[in-house]
């Protein structure tokens, strides 16, 4: 995210004029929550479960969350509780593909899901860099999730471990099935080779990560 640089000129001035208000995005756990409240400031009501499916659809950047709680909202004018079935459908709408998509579609071990999305992804000028970071985020708490499973840590009790939402928990524990704890272990050897390559830039971003994908 980018910072302010609170001792510039330009900073001060605004202050001096009282125009600055600095915004701090919440915990990624606390974003359900985030989500309700701002349906609440807009007299609207939705469940914990919808407000886990608009973040998975979306993800956690805070101004397309809003665009879409506005637009959500506004379509459902009349309605005081809003349903998921209309929050699929607006979402489904405007939302083609995100960097979750990719991920989640590599934790199912889904090769052609992952690099359709993955080349979308780029037409789109997703930068290599921010999808490569989503993805070992992804596989750091799949591992997480195999090791904690396997320490007989209570499924209910997951989420509060990894400190993610109980959405999220279920959809690492269905995918950590596809993998044994040694694989996901030496999947950490090719990210760190996939690392390096993108740091060096001896290849192109996107031939190394299609071919990361195809190894995983």
């Known amino acids: 995210s980018t910072k302010i640089n609170k001792g510039s000129k330009i900073f001060k001035n605004i ?21 309700q409240e701002e349906f609440s400031k807009r007299g609207k009501i939705i469940t914990q479960e919808i407000a886990e499916y608009l973040l998975e659809k979306v993800g956690y950047n805070l101004q397309l969350l809003l665009n879409e709680i506005e637009k959500i909202s506004l379509f459902c004018a009349e309605e005081k509780k809003i349903d998921l079935s209309a929050v699929m459908f607006l979402t489904e709408k405007t939302i083609k593909y995100n960097v979750f998509d990719f991920v989640d579609s590599v934790g199912k071990r889904d090769q052609s899901r992952a690099l359709s999305v993955l080349g979308n992804l780029l037409q789109e000028s ?21 090791a904690l499973l396997e320490k007989g840590v209570d499924r209910n009790k997951l989420a509060q471990a990894l400190q993610i939402t109980p959405f999220e928990s279920n959809k690492y524990q269905e995918q950590s099935k596809n993998f044994t704890e040694t694989q996901l272990k030496n999947i950490f050897k090719l990210l760190l080779g996939a690392d390096l390559a993108l740091k060096r830039s001896e290849q192109e971003p996107r031939f190394v990560l299609e071919s990361l994908v195809l190894r995983i």
């Open 15 to 35: 202050k001096e004029q009282g125009g600055v208000f600095e915004y701090k995005a919440p915990y990624r756990n606390k974003y359900p929550k985030w989500i």
């Open 126 to 146: 997703e930068s290599a860099g921010h999808i490569f970071y989503i993805l070992v985020r992804h596989l750091r708490l799949l591992l997480k999730t195999k």
